[in-house]
Structure formats: structure tokens, C-alpha cells
């Protein structure tokens, strides 16, 4: 079973993916459908618990500035590791649209980005693409890359004051 990085744990990724070109029933499982799938249902897809919503890289938040306030999961994918659009859709989501449930990275992520990617606005990472060889030894790894950095200097989505207003006197 796919692992999911949430909450700085390992878990079992109880989430399906489907994919883009989806149509059809859904799978009693809980799942994430593609943008233009819960454009075109979005009447009959009201299951926020068990229903999110994924964009690619190419497509706008703003198509479901509407519909976020109802959501709980949405996830984006990241096609290539080299392709970035995905951390500006995030901040997007979060600061713009107020997003304030699960965030999760899907698609060719590497363990350098979790960092960055959890300063961006996520807070799920699906660990399909990375080679996790021993369990335990790759949780450490990852909460190791997620602690980068001890201190940052820029305000983000997850420390909303920059270092300087951080000080205290």
C-alpha cells in the first residue's frame, strides 16, 4: 500500500488517485477525482470525508474559488520534480482562498522539497514516487527534511511573520 507523509508520521495512504481522463462511478474508497471530473459532478460528489479534489500543475485554484469552503482534501500534482507551479498553487489555495484542510503533494516529488513544499501550504505527502527501504530509518530521514531549517527569514504559509518581526527585543 502507498505511504502517506502526514502530521511528521508514515501512515498507510488509504486515498486513491484517479486519474485524469476519469469517468464513471467512483470507487467506495475513499478518493481524490481530477479537477474537470468534480467541475462536471460536482451536484453528486457532496462527501467531504471521503471526496477530495486534485489539480495538475497547468490548472487554476481560482476554478474552485466556490467550492473550497466544502471541501476537506485537495491535493496537487507535480508532474515532474523539476516542475514548480505546483508550490505557487498552493500558497494560492491557502492565503488566497483560505483553505484550511488537507493539502497533499501528489506526482514526482523528492525528499529535498518537503520543506519547502510544507512552508508553501502542505501538510500530506504521498511518498509513491521515493524509495522508502527501511521504515523506521525513513521516517528520521523525512522529519529531517522537513526540519531544514531551524529558523527561516521570509514569512510563509505556515509562520505568518518574517524574522524581523519575529524579534524580540
Not at 93 to 122: M, N
Not at 154 to 164: D, G, I, S
Amino acid at each position: 500500500m502507498p505511504k502517506l507523509l502526514k502530521d511528521k508520521a508514515i501512515v498507510d495512504n488509504d486515498w486513491q488517485v484517479l486519474p485524469k481522463d476519469f469517468s464513471g462511478s467512483l470507487p467506495d474508497a475513499p478518493c481524490f477525482v481530477p479537477l474537470d471530473y468534480w467541475l462536471a459532478n460536482k451536484d453528486q460528489l457532496q462527501k467531504p470525508d471521503s471526496i477530495g479534489v486534485w489539480l495538475d500543475a497547468e490548472q487554476e485554484p481560482e476554478q474552485l474559488a466556490g467550492d473550497i469552503a466544502g471541501l476537506q482534501h485537495l491535493a496537487v500534482n507535480f508532474p515532474s520534480f523539476m516542475d514548480g507551479r505546483g508550490f505557487s498553487i498552493a500558497r494560492l489555495i491557502r492565503e488566497r482562498y483560505q483553505f484550511s484542510g488537507e493539502l497533499r503533494a501528489i506526482g514526482q516529488i523528492v525528499p529535498d522539497q518537503l520543506f519547502y513544499l510544507s512552508r508553501c501550504g502542505f501538510d500530506a505527502f504521498c511518498l509513491d514516487a521515493l524509495a522508502l527501504d527501511d521504515e523506521a530509518d525513513d521516517k528520521h530521514k523525512l522529519e529531517d527534511y522537513l526540519a531544514t531549517f531551524s529558523v527561516t527569514y521570509q514569512a510563509c504559509v505556515n509562520e505568518q511573520q518574517p524574522l524581523f518581526r519575529r524579534r524580540h527585543g
